[in-house]
């Protein structure tokens, strides 16, 4: 039962391997599939400065706050909790968090292996044999078993690296994986920009209605959105902090992944509106948008075949990079609690949430009759967990090291010690998160 002192021993190779591996977890299908379709259904420039502000003021101190208390601490989600202020229950935070992965990758396996689907098929030409392609993606997702052949294919891609280790199966991944999609990325928005009539899609994204402003909805959108996109709130950073030497700065590190992230959902942005706008097409498409709209547009647009090879590879690289980091916090939780081996607890744990997925994968199909109005599985699961769930989570760990840690401890920890910076930190995480968050909630539930 040395299982915590084999978990305190492994560590990043490099600052650059945390780096990237949290910039990996960061960007995914929140920067590109769930970004457009929000942005596009709230408006665009207006969610997007809303966005923007939330990334600053709200998601950056609870990124710098995760981190913090991972690193000091050197274990597991509950562990850091506990460890970090045994007299109060705090630790519930990090068990929550642990429960909470479970339904988010259980989710998100499904919308990777989507995307799978859309890539092998782009890559086989088989994409291409229709031109519905509202019909190509409702045939897909209400087959009663594809969906959750691809889904579970993707998880046994996630299982595979993590229970290589944080080194030689995390960091290894991302450092391979993350420079070819930022390449990416960068290619599809310079073509999407140099199509005719894109500057429509830059003003949709880029001015504001002013008028829009006032609606509540907007706000718990952009809320919700920097929450996933970051992927804050699920102790993801607490985690992967775990793993990291005492002595690099952690304000440093934090705005790094966090302008990493936040330069790779507006460069999705910059690849998809330019050219939905340039075809004519709407943007508020919903969920859809990248598996409907997109492939209708790769078929019209010059070149489209590679673009959309380019465009669905690069979907599932992101989802497989931030697949790693949200298994990883139970693997790391339920290692130290069993004592059993890491290949032993990922490939229980894969099992476990891919199971969880299958409701979400098969929501369209077998369990349609489960759907709650308007929304099925999926989207009840997707609701709950950016919504509701992370938000509560991210104000949880604000409050935490905000209130709970004591001043003189989360200063320390954090490496800010005394200056502006520090107080600035503390004070967005003590007021403008819990109110901001607080006040969107109450305006949009209850008015
Ligand atoms: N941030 C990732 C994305 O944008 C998804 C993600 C990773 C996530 N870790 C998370 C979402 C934790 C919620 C909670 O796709």
Redesign the pocket.
Known sequence: MNSTNDQKREQWASRSGFLLASIG???????IWRFSYVAGENGGATFLVIYLLCILFIGLPIVIAEISIGRNAQGDAVLAFRHADPDHPWYIVGGVAVLGCFI?LGF?GVVAGWSLKYFVSALSGHLWATSDYNNFFSGFISQPLEPVIWQAVMMTATVTVVAGGIQKGIETVNRILMPILALIVFILAIYSLTLDGAGKGLTFLFRPDWNAFSKPSVYIAAIGQAF????I??T?FLTYGAYLPKTFSIPGIASTIVVGDTLLALLAGLAIFPAVFSFGLSPAQGPELAFITLPGLFQLMPGGNLIAVLFFGLLVGAALT?ML??LEVPVAYFIRKTGQSRRTVTTSLGLVIFVVGIPASLGYSVFKPAGIGERNILEIYDYT?SNLL?PLGGIATALFAGWGWGKAQALAKSGFHEGLAGQVWLFCLRFIGPIFIALAFFSAYLF
């Open positions: 977890s960061a960007a995914g299908l929140g920067n988010i998100y996933f996109s970051l992927g709130g699920m993801i931030s980091s949200i967990i992370l």
